[in-house]
């Protein structure tokens, strides 16, 4: 089962009403309008299913390209040019099912990334922020300190 976000839920449930309501006294005169009731919300339905999987597979391939390119910058509008869509489409999907903007997105995938770095490797902060796609260490440095509460240096200290 799928639950589904009907903007006019209100038109949908009058319709089920008048169905329920031909249902319950059937006659020769009904069967016709239920049919074409019947095959109108079948069609919503369908036309629903349909917008709610392409939402979800465009929102899964953003994610994808989001946490595998990490080396090079984008914004918004190139972003969703490269995936067909709109800015204001990209940005009310990840609102509404990460609760985080693609911006926000991105930079909690590099500090992880990051994290993964200091934890497994022997690069130096400079190198992991510049396979990060960071323009400096000092940047790198500053954000990763914002996200994780603790600088690079004390994160791999901590880690060991």
């Not at 449930?13 to 919300?41: C, D, H, N, Y």
Request: positive net charge; aromatic residues 10%.
């Amino acid at each position: 089962c799928q639950s589904l976000h009907l903007p006019d839920a209100g038109v949908m449930e009058e319709k089920f009403r008048r169905m329920r309501q031909w249902l319950s006294e059937p006659s020769p005169e009904t069967v016709a309008p239920l049919l074409g009731l019947t095959m109108e919300i079948l069609v919503e339905v369908s036309l629903r299913i349909r917008e709610k999987h392409t939402e979800s597979s465009l929102l899964y391939q953003v994610q994808a390209y989001l946490e595998n390119d990490q080396e090079s910058g984008f914004s918004l509008p190139q972003l969703a040019e490269k995936m067909g869509s709109s800015s204001a489409t990209l940005n009310r999907l990840f609102r509404q099912h990460l609760q985080t903007s693609p911006a926000q997105f991105r930079i909690e995938r590099k500090i992880e990334q990051a994290k993964y770095f200091l934890q497994h490797t022997s690069l130096s902060i400079k190198e992991i922020a510049a396979r990060l796609g960071y323009c400096n260490q000092f940047y790198f440095s500053k954000e990763f300190k914002r996200k994780a509460g603790v600088s690079p240096s004390q994160f791999r200290q901590n880690s060991r």
